[in-house]
Structures are given as C-alpha cells and as structure tokens.
C-alpha cells in the first residue's frame, strides 16, 4: 500500500531542518491567525534538535510564542534533567531561548518512577487541556515525528502493547530491547491532528522509509506505517540520503 503523504525532499540535514522550521512558522503563523493558538507535540530523538535550534534563533522574532502550546508525543522514563530526556534536548535547544510562557509547556511527568501513571497523568493533562469529552481523542495542530531504522515512531516500537491501544490517550510502553519503558502517544491521537510531519534524515533509514511509503510488509512490523491523519495532512520530510531507495517521480 503507498501511503498518500505530502512529500519534500530536501540535500541533508540542514536544508531538512531550514524547510521543517519553515513549515512550522507557517502553520502556526496562519493557525493563530485563524484560532488564536497553535498547539504542537514534539518528537523526540536526535533529528529535531536542529529544527529546534532554528526556531530558537532565525525564525525566533516570526513566531507567536505566548499562543504556541508544546506538548511531548513520547517521553523516555527519565527525570527532565536526565540526558536522554527528550523534554531537556528541547528545553536546551529551544524552550529555555524563547519567550514562551511556562505555563504552555506540557512536559511529560516522566520522573514518577511509576511510568504508568506518569502516563495516566499525561493523558489527563491533555483530556484538560483539550476539554475533552470521554471517548474522545484531541486535535493537535502539528504533531512532530521521528522514524527509527526499525521503523518505530513515537514509542510505539515493532510488537510492542502500545500499537493495540484504541482508547487511552497515552500509555506506559514496555520496550524490551531497552528494558525499559517509554511513555507515548497512542495511535488514536497520533491519527487525530490537523497535521502530521515525519522528520527523517539519513542513508539508516532509506531502507525503512521505502517499505512504509511504497513497501507491501504489514504495517505492524512498522509502526510508521500505521500513521496518517484520519482527517489531517500527512507530511513526510526527507533529506536526500533517507529518500535514496524511494521509487523515482
Ligand atoms: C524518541 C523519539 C523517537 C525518534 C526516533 C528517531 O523518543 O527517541 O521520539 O521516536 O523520533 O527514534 O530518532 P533520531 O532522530 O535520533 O534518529
């Protein structure tokens, strides 16, 4: 099955981050615009941190911050100053250099060493913060995502529970390979945004990024597959490395 996604291409990581900042302040630009805030969930890993870094600092002065609302799609198991804390790289990297009121960032209590209820937590965050009615799931504005080599995104990692969950907005997801948990969106929010943006660089990745955009492998195998908005855009962002395998226009 091909996936039916907006696709940019762009030479390498750089240009990626230049266009994926881009992108942003136009969405958020013209959604305040129209609804007086933009709210986003972050990705996490290594490949935003750039993008980032841009939002920070040449596209700082072009963006609303104190109607921009930032929320985290998946969050290691760590306290925010851990290393690994994907909250503490954009914290780093953006947050802390922008005039953005604390109270619109939603980061993901990751330190209670109940990782369960850390998600409980979470999910009750956003059922307030959306007003959500029970059995209902909220419209992110933007959701950022990463692609791991194994085809995970978010935390929602190959065989892992989380890929079955239809009605939680965020769980706790064993991941064996780290033995750890991690706490992630789950699907039904991941498909439920006005747009949804893949952010993938990289030759790792060629490979993955063939098979869930052109590839016929079920899409539990990789769960990059399983998003795409049920009523939303769905972009996907590549450099020239990561698009390498794709089937030429
Ligand atoms: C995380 C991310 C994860 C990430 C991919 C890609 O918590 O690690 O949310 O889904 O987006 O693993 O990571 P890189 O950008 O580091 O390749």
Redesign the pocket.
């Known amino acids: 099955m091909t996936i039916a996604a907006d696709l940019r291409i762009v030479d390498d990581l750089r240009g990626l981050s230049h266009a994926a900042a881009e992108e942003f302040v136009n969405q958020a630009t013209a959604t305040v615009r129209a609804n007086g805030r933009f709210t986003v969930a972050l ?6 941190k750039s993008l980032f870094s841009l939002l920070a600092t040449s596209f700082r002065d072009q963006l609303p911050w104190d109607k921009l609302f930032f929320f ?5 198991h760590v306290p925010p100053e851990h290393p690994e804390s ?1 909250y503490r790289m954009a914290y780093e990297a953006m947050l802390s250099r922008v005039p953005i009121p604390p109270e619109n960032v939603f980061r993901v209590p990751a330190e209670n060493p109940d990782a369960n209820q850390a998600a409980a937590d979470y999910g009750q965050a956003l059922r307030n913060f959306f007003q959500l009615s029970p059995e209902t799931f909220p419209r992110f504005d933007l959701i950022l ?5 194994d085809g ?5 990692f190959p065989g892992t529970s989380a890929l079955q969950e239809k009605s939680r907005l965020v769980v706790a997801n064993w991941v064996e390979k780290f033995k750890a948990y ?1 706490i ?1 969106f789950t699907l039904p929010v991941l498909n439920n945004p006005a747009v949804v943006t893949f ?4 030759a790792d ?1 060629a490979a993955t990024v063939k098979e869930v955009l052109e590839g016929t492998q079920p899409a539990e195998l990789l769960p990059s597959k399983l998003v795409h908005p049920t009523n939303g855009r769905l972009i996907w962002m590549l450099d020239q490395a990561a698009a390498a395998a794709l089937s030429k226009p």
């Open positions: 990705s996490g890993g290594s490949t935003p985290w799609g998946d969050e290691r994907n995502l990463g692609m791991g080599p995970h995104t978010a935390s929602l991690r992630t952010l993938v660089g990289g990745k």
